[in-house]
Nanobody
Framework: VQLVESGGGSVQAGGSLRLSCAASGYTSTTNCMGWFRQAPGKEREIVAATYAALNRTHYVDSVKGRFTISKDNAKSTLYLQMNDLKPEDTAEYYC????????????????????WGQGTQVTVS
């Protein structure tokens, strides 16, 4: 399984970016997938997760109403649409995938995910 993120870059505050995560060798349509981010000097945190088996999504409070996670099973690609970006959104963004369906609480934890991408940098000034 390989996860490859793209779409990061530098934008001004208020701008938008769409991150993509292409998943090769990952055929599950019911497991959890998520986006995490890590800013310099800070721990990695969950940004958003999608629970296919539960047909639900989860967002960290700081991005609710601004970010949208979605998944295109036909393309095996996970997306994160980020609008109204703020300087505090600056971080390395990682996508992750689980090997089994997870609970909502489990989907917020890094340990739930077995597969990780290499990350894509988002810088908001």
């Amino acid at each position: 399984v390989q996860l490859v993120e793209s779409g990061g870059g530098s934008v001004q505050a208020g701008g938008s970016l769409r991150l993509s995560c292409a998943a090769s060798g990952y055929t599950s349509t019911t497991n959890c997938m998520g986006w995490f981010r890590q800013a310099p000097g800070k721990e990695r945190e969950i940004v958003a997760a999608t629970y296919a088996a539960l047909n639900r999504t989860h967002y960290v409070d700081s991005v609710k109403g601004r970010f949208t996670i979605s998944k295109d099973n036909a393309k095996s690609t996970l997306y994160l649409q980020m609008n109204d970006l703020k300087p505090e959104d600056t971080a390395e963004y990682y996508c992750a995938a689980s090997v089994a369906p997870c609970t909502e609480l489990g989907g917020m934890r890094q340990g739930t995910y077995s597969y990780w991408g290499q990350g894509t940098q988002v810088t908001v000034s």
